[in-house]
């Protein structure tokens, strides 16, 4: 329980399973093992009671960037409850692969990198450089679903 206990000493907690908003259905599988590999699908930040959180919005119009880092923090969180869920223990985790950025944003926003590191610096910070080190990309998208200003996908390598 290494990665817990981290994230207790920052203070953070794992949210609950994805709460939809009213309506929406989401048939999908929100982490898919296969071969040793967890392929992580798109999630959003997250409130204490698992239903999305804010700030919602374009980054660079309505959101600032150091909000929307926090948002892409919160996101970070909001998958590693999804593959806790999956795994069991988050230290089963051998190796974090890759993380795919989205981020909602002003057409002339060019500063993704800085929204999603607020992820990546959490992969890092909790499971080091070893096994925190990711392949990434940071893109930035006309809008994201439910009006959030950052998305994020993943692929970790697990034991």
């Known amino acids: ?60 119009a309505d959101v600032t960037i150091e909000a929307g880092c926090a948002a892409a923090q919160a996101v970070g969180l909001s998958m590693l409850g999804s593959l806790k869920r999956a795994l069991g223990d988050l230290d089963r985790v051998a190796h974090w692969l890759r993380l795919h950025g989205m ?30 080190a990711h392949a990434r990309s940071a893109v930035g998208m006309a809008a994201l679903p439910f009006n959030m200003c950052v998305e994020i996908e993943g692929a970790v390598a697990y034991a």
């Not at 981020?103 to 990198?113: I, K, R």
């Open 103 to 132: 981020v909602n944003c002003a057409p002339d926003f060019a500063q993704q990198p800085a929204v999603i590191n607020g992820c990546s610096q959490l992969i890092l910070a909790l499971y080091g450089a070893e096994r925190g």
């Open 1 to 60: 329980m290494e990665i817990e206990a981290k994230l207790a000493e920052m203070g953070l907690a794992l949210p609950p399973p994805v709460l939809p908003p009213a309506g929406v259905e989401l048939p999908l599988s929100f982490v898919r093992l296969h071969a040793g590999i967890a392929y992580i699908s798109g999630h959003g930040p997250q409130t204490a009671d698992g239903s999305l959180a804010g700030p919602f919005g374009k980054v660079g």
